[in-house]
């Protein structure tokens, strides 16, 4: 029995990868083009999703920089693809924090590969999808390793809304 909840657990995380950066487009899209961009990419994510006044809002908060003639870049939506994740376990507060931290301490382009390569490694650990790894955390720096123990809490997250998904619609 066990092994067929890690079984589904695991299928459920198919489809489940966030683009690379050099994927994101870079050609300016619109809000609606830009929240349906992202959608696509969180919707198997289960619970995870943005709308555009929450687009708008954190223009409005400076999570990211203003759209350049109503268009967003690749930057700002490899923000948003960090703060979408993000702030199912962190406050908007917080998560302000954090950003500014990101930017004096990393460009967005090594932040959001480093966020993506840990997401996707430690969700395939916590589904059980491959062995564990020893995630010893030697750290350049103290803002690293935060961010790892935030990707960590992500990840359980994730993995816990989709055990009550099943759980859920095991029981209807």
Same mark, same amino acid.
């Given at each position: 029995?066990?092994?067929?909840? $890690?079984? /589904?657990? #695991?299928?459920?995380?198919?489809?489940?990868?966030?683009?690379?950066?050099?994927?994101?487009?870079? @050609?300016?899209?619109?809000?609606?083009?830009? =929240?349906?961009?992202?959608?696509?990419?969180?919707?198997?994510? #289960?619970?995870?999703?943005? =709308?555009?006044?929450?687009?708008? !809002? &954190? @223009?409005? $908060?400076?999570?990211?920089?203003?759209?350049?003639?109503?268009? &967003?870049?690749?930057? /700002? %939506?490899?923000?948003?693809?960090?703060? #979408?994740?993000? $702030?199912? @376990?962190?406050?908007?507060? !917080?998560?302000?924090?954090?950003?500014?931290? /990101?930017?004096?301490? &990393?460009?967005? *382009?090594?932040? &959001? %590969?480093?966020?993506?390569?840990?997401?996707?490694?430690?969700?395939?650990?916590?589904?059980?999808?491959?062995?564990?790894?020893?995630?010893?955390?030697?750290?350049?720096?103290?803002?690293? =390793?935060?961010?790892?123990?935030?990707? @960590? =809490?992500?990840?359980? *997250?994730?993995?816990?809304?989709?055990?009550?998904?099943?759980?859920?619609?095991? /029981?209807?």
């Amino acid at each position: 029995m066990a092994s067929t909840i $890690k079984q /589904q657990l #695991a299928k459920s995380l198919d489809g489940v990868k966030l683009p690379a950066y050099n994927e994101i487009p870079n @050609v300016g899209l619109y809000l609606e083009q830009t =929240t349906k961009y992202l959608n696509e990419y969180l919707e198997p994510l #289960a619970g995870i999703s943005l =709308t555009n006044s929450m687009i708008s !809002n &954190y @223009v409005k $908060k400076k999570l990211i920089a203003s759209p350049v003639k109503k268009q &967003y870049s690749r930057e /700002q %939506i490899a923000h948003l693809f960090f703060i #979408a994740l993000t $702030k199912s @376990v962190l406050s908007l507060d !917080n998560l302000q924090t954090l950003v500014k931290l /990101q930017q004096e301490s &990393y460009t967005t *382009k090594d932040a &959001y %590969i480093y966020f993506c390569t840990e997401l996707e490694e430690l969700l395939h650990e916590i589904f059980e999808i491959k062995p564990p790894q020893n995630h010893t955390i030697h750290s350049e720096s103290e803002e690293k =390793t935060m961010l790892h123990n935030i990707i @960590v =809490t992500i990840a359980h *997250k994730i993995y816990l809304d989709k055990y009550f998904i099943y759980l859920n619609t095991k /029981q209807k």
